[in-house]
Every structure is written in C-alpha cells, then in structure tokens.
C-alpha cells in the first residue's frame, strides 16, 4: 500500500515536472496544421482544404519582391538553408529534417509575419500557410 | 634678492603648471576626438549577456557587441525593426524592451560625437580600423567575405564580442 502511495506520487511528480519544463503550448506540425485549419475554415466560408501542390508553387514563387520562401529555405527544404543577404545557415524549414519546426505557436506567428512581409509585403492567408506546411509535410528527409 | 630668489621658483613652478594642464587638455581633447568622437567602447560583451538579445539578435546574423554603437544607435535601430536593413525583424513590445534595455546599457561608454549611425559599417572607428591601408580591397571582394557586416569572416571570435588583434585571421 505504502509502496503504491510511493509510485504513483513519483509519477504525478514525474509528469508536473515535465510539463513545467516542457515549453509553453508545444505542439506538433500536425497541430500547427489543424490550427491553421481553424482558422481558414472561420476567415473564408468557401474553404476547400489545403494542397501541397499549391504551397510548393507559393513557396519557389516570387511574389513581387526580390526574395521567394526558397531564397533563404533553398529548393528542398529538407536541406539547410542561407539567409540571403547575411549568409548565416538556418536549419532545415521540413519537419522531417528538423523536429523542432512549427512546434512552438509563437515562433511560428513571428516568423510567418515577419517572412510574409519579406516576401509579399503583407500577411499571409491562413489558406497560404496552410498550404506551404501541408507541402513542407510532404518533403521527405 | 630675496624677491629674485622667490620669483625664480614660483615662474618656474607656473610655467610647469600651465604646461601640464595645457598637455592634460591636449590629451583629454585627442582622447575624445578619437574617430572624431565616433569611438567604440569596449568591444567586449558583458558576461551577462542577455538571453533574449543573444537569441532574438542572432536569428540571421551575429549578435553584434552593444559597444560597437552608442545608445541613441541602439534606440533608432529598435524602434525600426519592422524594416531592418529591409527585413522585418519585429519582436513583440516585451522582447522588444528588454533587448532595448540591455544594448543601451551596454553601448559605447567612449562615443562622443552627437551622431547616431544606424550601421556599425558607417562608423569613424569603423571606417579608420579597415580602411584600404589596413585592408586590402581584394579581402572585401572574397565570397567568404560577402559583406562587411560579416564580421566573423574575420574576426573568428567576434560572436563573443572578441575582436582582439590576435584572433583576426584576415581572408585573402
């Protein structure tokens, strides 16, 4: 009984611990994708789902400025990419290549403004996002 | 007699005290007009670096030293970043103070000049330390080089805030 009592407060521990330590709302790509959903499905009534087809053009496209997503992310975004003016590396943009992307909410809504704006000078529509994560998805390692 | 005995010492004593002052106000002015009053401070990053300025600067270049720009720099390029150098680097108001806080606490203690560049590259001590005498203009030509923002490509410690002469490897 006392042994039981034991274990299982370790456990509770265990997890507390674990989710403290855990960063704040981490989340699968998955997630980030169903997210995104949500929010295409309530800005746009004629929502139709995603296409990986379609995020790969958007994503190799330019969009009226200098750069496309692949300038820095580079063709096959399991590879690491360049920043395209400093040169610094940036890890790879799939998911397959690099567990950590899209697994922190916030990170995500940053870089999406600030690369959006890069690129097309605005923000991008859940529908684009969508689109370019269901492709980066599909990009094997 | 006495009055010559007394005089001798005393002019001798004024005209060594208006030399030292003159020479002190001479070396006080040389100081401050260093670089014309653009000077860096100590190129070396407090070892309590923060941790925000650390992540957040270093997302696409290095983090560049505070010192290497006085405060009023620091202000301008923080309350521009949703158009820095042509990027959006914006941050949220939280970070944003933070990271503000700490490189304005850190700048250049020797900056005398009421100028503010917004590029370390625009700076008299910058300009001064690579100019062609200095560096050859074939090293800026190098595609290691890329850029002269691209301090590590010779300053190999320079993400630390290290740019001592000894750890300059300079690309041909």
């Known amino acids: ?141 | 007699m006495s009055i010559c005995y007394g005089n001798l010492p005393r002019g001798l004593v004024t005209a060594l005290l208006v030399m030292g002052v003159t020479m002190s106000i001479a070396q006080a002015g040389d100081r401050a007009e260093k670089y014309g009053g653009e000077n860096r401070g100590k190129p070396v990053q407090p070892s309590q670096v923060n941790a925000k300025f650390q992540q957040e600067c270093s997302s696409c270049h290095i983090a560049y030293s505070p010192g290497l720009l006085p405060a009023a720099s620091w202000r301008k390029v923080m309350s521009g970043l949703d158009k820095h150098f042509g990027s959006d680097a914006s941050l949220t108001d939280q970070e944003n103070k933070e990271i503000t806080t700490f490189l304005v606490n850190n700048a250049s203690n020797r900056w005398r000049a009421p100028t503010a560049p917004l590029r370390i590259t625009e700076t008299a001590w910058f300009k001064r330390k690579h100019n062609s005498h200095e560096i050859s203009p074939t090293v800026w030509k190098n595609p290691k080089v890329k850029s002269p923002a691209n301090c590590t490509a010779c300053h190999q410690q320079a993400e630390r805030g290290d740019f001592n002469e000894d750890n300059i490897k300079i690309l041909k």
């Not at chain 1, 709302?25 to 169903?34: H, I, K």
């Not at chain 1, 496309?68 to 063709?75: D, V, W, Y």
């Not at chain 1, 096959?76 to 395209?84: D, L, M, Q, V, Y």
Request: aromatic share 10%; net charge positive; glycine share 4%.
């Open chain 1, 1 to 141: 009984m006392f042994r039981k009592f034991k274990v299982s407060s370790v456990l509770v521990l265990v997890t507390v611990v674990g989710l403290i330590s855990s960063p704040a709302f981490a989340q699968t790509p998955e997630q980030a994708l169903a997210s995104i959903q949500s929010d295409a499905a309530k800005t746009n009534k004629d929502f139709k789902g995603f296409s990986a087809a379609r995020g790969e053009q958007f994503f190799k496209a330019k969009h009226g400025n200098e750069w496309s997503c692949a300038s820095c992310h580079t063709e096959n975004p399991a590879t690491p990419g360049k920043h395209a003016k400093t040169g610094k590396v940036i890890r790879p943009f799939a998911p397959s290549a690099n567990a950590d992307r899209f697994t922190d909410p916030r990170k995500v809504a940053k870089w999406f403004k600030r690369n959006c704006n890069d690129v097309l000078d605005r923000i991008c529509s859940p529908q684009e996002k969508g689109d370019v994560l269901t492709y980066l998805l599909t990009v094997k390692k």
